[in-house]
């Protein structure tokens, strides 16, 4: 099982990135993004379950979008209005939905916003 994150760049706030998670070797119903800033612990950005239930940390809340495309096996972050805060390494994750913890990592795509 690989997963393999892209789409990270620097940005100026407000901007808006697209990050995208390419899954191979199996298929995941149950994913996520979480992030880690500099200095900072990992934190839950936004997960997606099978039945389609969708949570964000408070912080990105109306700003960034997750979505899954199926036929792709592609699992995206839409980043908009982004903020420096918004600065980290951003990471993909899948689990077995049946199990809480994500057993599945990427390695990681870099996100830096300046003001």
């Known amino acids: 099982v690989q997963l393999v994150e892209s789409g990270g760049d620097s940005v100026q706030a407000g901007g808006s990135l697209r990050l995208s998670c390419a899954v191979s070797?199996?298929?995941?119903?149950?994913m996520g993004w979480f992030r880690q800033a500099p200095g900072k612990g990992r934190e839950e950005v936004a997960t997606i379950t099978s039945g389609g239930t969708i949570n964000y940390a408070d912080s990105v809340k109306g700003r960034f979008t997750i979505s899954k495309d199926g036929a792709k096996n592609t699992m995206y972050l839409e980043m908009n209005s982004l903020k420096p805060e918004d600065t980290a390494m951003y990471y993909c994750?899948?689990?077995?939905?049946?199990?809480?913890?994500?057993?599945?990592w990427g390695q990681g795509t870099r996100v830096t916003v300046s003001s």
């Open positions: 070797g199996a298929s995941f119903s149950c």
């Open positions: 994750a899948a689990r077995l939905c049946w199990l809480r913890n994500f057993s599945y």
